[in-house]
């Protein structure tokens, strides 16, 4: 059985940062690319950060050179380290697993976390 376990969100203030994690068992990250979500209350669930099985990384734009995106191997996590939080970064964040190795979006998504709240407050 996989799991997906968040942890690290929290209460920031505008220009902070935060280091997101994700545990994961069931699964080995470095077999397949993994990815982090994100969703804001009354809007869909986006992409925010994917890495394949390689270590090559992608971002939405709006988080380009703010976030980065990481995988431990030894440790079995994948991790999103977050900073210059803006207001609009504000969402439940949650780690999904990909049925590929080469990339990650939502139809190809296998497992996903519960979620971690991240409230970035102006």
């Known amino acids: 059985q996989v799991q997906l376990v968040e942890s690290g969100g929290g209460l920031v203030q505008a220009g902070g940062s935060l280091r997101l994690s994700c545990a994961a068992s069931?699964?080995?990250?470095?077999?397949?690319?993994m990815g982090w979500f994100r969703q804001a209350p009354g809007k869909q669930r986006e992409l925010v950060a994917g890495?394949?099985?390689?270590?090559?990384?992608d971002y939405r734009d709006s988080v380009k050179g703010r976030f980065t995106i990481s995988k431990d191997n030894a440790k079995n996590t994948v991790n999103l380290q977050m900073q210059n939080l803006k207001t609009e970064d504000t969402a439940v964040y949650y780690c999904?697993?990909?049925?590929?190795?080469?990339?990650?979006?939502?139809?190809?998504?296998?497992?996903w976390g519960q979620g971690t709240q991240v409230t970035v407050s102006s």
């Open positions: 999904a697993s990909s049925r590929s190795p080469y990339y990650i979006n939502t139809g190809s998504t296998t497992n």
């Open positions: 069931g699964i080995i990250v470095s077999n397949y690319a």
């Open positions: 890495i394949t099985s390689g270590g090559t990384t």
